[in-house]
């Protein structure tokens, strides 16, 4: 009998995926995949204490607010803990910027990466077990190495992205990023505790019939377009799918085809999603699938950010359905 069908090979790790991609980038072989490392070493963390999440007292309210105004879940501070450590530890990234914290905090001052970070995406949901994720951006910093570390290096557009990606948080867990090179992801096989390649270069449909928004919002909608727009939707009758989580609602697009609403509301005339935190991140993984994301008037990408919890609107996914969404916008 082959030996291959006696025992099945478990494919590609993602440790053995970063190694045999180090000459995408050449300049920085051995950081860059120590940071990437880093960030799937504390999603395991993260992973685990999820799991847990009904047992042990983790759930719940902090009682606290971050910079946006958000209620703080414990799993949100204990999730930017994990991660903020393993970065400090693996010494690749000189300053970390996350939703949950008001400024920078300096990690090292001779790495070469600045990490943008939600640590814990869809909070609401931890606490009936819904799907949720992270969300993370790696910049190279503009200042030199070995010198303080500027609030210039963080906010970069994210066309200055070197790599992002997502971590969810679901029916099974899954890591999904791009370096530039196309979008794999990659799914947790707990008992190895290995992240191993499931989704080899990923693509989204050019056209498909689900939409995702937050329709309740719609008496508050500050764009006319979004209306007219949302009306063609069901002239065509998709299927509406909206979780609340970001992670998990890009995520099911991404594989199925479809698109994405933010937009802004009387009381989020920004739009609520962070720039720096999420819509940058999925953009660029977005895009690299062959998608489209947009603020209404232009590429989410070509944003320059001028403070780190800066918010847009958010028109993501199939690149047709966003390019009818951004017509029906120009309308008015
Ligand atoms: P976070 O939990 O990081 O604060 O993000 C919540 C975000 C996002 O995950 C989700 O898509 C959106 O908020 C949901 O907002 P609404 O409840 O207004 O629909
Ligand atoms: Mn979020
Ligand atoms: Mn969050």
Do not use: W
Not at 199 to 228: C, L, M, R, W
Not at 290 to 305: F, H, M, N, T, Y
Request: charged share 20%; with cysteine; aromatic share 8%.
């Amino acid at each position: 009998m082959e030996a291959s069908r006696i025992a099945i090979p478990i494919g590609v790790t993602l440790d053995r995926f970063i190694r045999s991609n180090e000459s995408q980038y050449p300049q920085s072989v051995g950081d860059f995949s120590q940071l990437l490392r880093d960030i799937a070493l504390a999603s395991k963390v993260v992973n685990r204490e999820i799991n847990k999440a009904g047992l042990i007292d983790i759930m719940g309210s902090s009682g606290s607010h971050n910079t946006g105004g958000d209620d703080q879940q414990k799993l949100d501070i204990l999730a930017d803990i994990r991660f903020s450590r393993a970065l400090l530890k693996g010494g690749a990234a000189c300053a970390i910027i996350s939703e949950e914290a008001d400024s920078m905090s300096i990690l090292n001052i001779n790495g070469k990466y600045i990490v943008a970070i939600d640590p814990l995406d869809g909070s609401s949901n931890i606490d009936v077990n819904v799907s949720i994720g992270t969300i993370f951006s790696v910049y190279k910093r503009l200042s030199n190495i070995g010198e303080p570390v500027t609030i210039e290096d963080c906010l970069q557009c994210g066309t200055e992205q070197v790599a992002a990606g997502y971590i969810l948080y679901g029916s099974s867990t899954m890591l999904v990023f791009t370096t530039g090179q196309g979008v794999n992801g990659f799914t947790y096989e707990a008992t190895l505790g290995e992240y191993l390649l499931s989704h080899p270069n990923i693509i989204i449909k050019p056209e498909a019939n689900t939409y995702s928004i937050n329709e309740g919002n719609s008496n508050s909608f500050v764009q006319e377009g979004i209306h007219d727009y949302l009306n063609e939707c069901k002239v065509e009758q998709f299927a509406g799918r909206y979780i609340g989580s970001l992670v998990a609602d890009i995520h099911r697009n991404l594989l199925k085809g479809g698109i994405y609403l933010y937009p802004a509301t009387r009381n989020n005339p920004d739009g609520k999603l962070r720039i720096m935190f999420e819509a940058n991140s999925l953009a660029f993984i977005v895009e690299q699938a062959g998608g489209k994301a947009s603020d209404g008037i232009q590429r989410i990408l070509e944003i320059v950010p001028t403070s780190i919890h800066q918010k847009t609107p958010l028109f993501i996914g199939s690149s047709e359905m966003v390019k009818k969404l951004e017509l029906a916008l120009n309308k008015y």
